[in-house]
């Protein structure tokens, strides 16, 4: 039997999906409350975490300062890739100005042995409410965002960046190199 596509059919199947697709959202309040990005060249959004070590640390506390927050996990096959180069930066440019904050959502007990086997010496801070990964709209890892001196968001990289990418970043926002 053959069947006849019309425009009532078209119609009819939008608006299921239309109906489905309302249902899905409202259903997940993860989905319902997306969470958007802060603009480039406005005040950076205010965070304060708490470290791996215990320690803490505001962003305020960092103004005159470049900083490189960089947002990932110890599962993201990207993001093991990308944090020897924030490790790199960290060790090249954190006497010259530059503050490196990497945040994850993952508990202590998984991160402090992660960042132990690969030698990871960059400050590492733990966002356990996602309140830091909210305040900078993020929906995938990695996320590197870059703040000016001024406390100025001046960029948003969303996925793995390559070096030249972060370091023409992080002099536009005032690094010397």
Known sequence: MKREITLGNWIGALMCGAVVGTL????SPALSQVATAPAIGKRAPEISVTGVDGSGTKLSALRGKVVLIDFWATWCPPCRKGLPETQALYKKYGKKGLAVLTITDEPKDTVKPFLKTNELTF???????????????????????????NGKLSALFVGLQDKSTIIAALKKAGLKT
């Open 123 to 149: 400050p590492a801070y733990l966002d356990k409410s996602s309140a830091t990964n909210q305040a900078y709209g993020i929906q995938a890892i990695p996320t590197v965002a870059i703040i000016d001196k």
């Open 24 to 27: 899905t959202v409202s259903a």
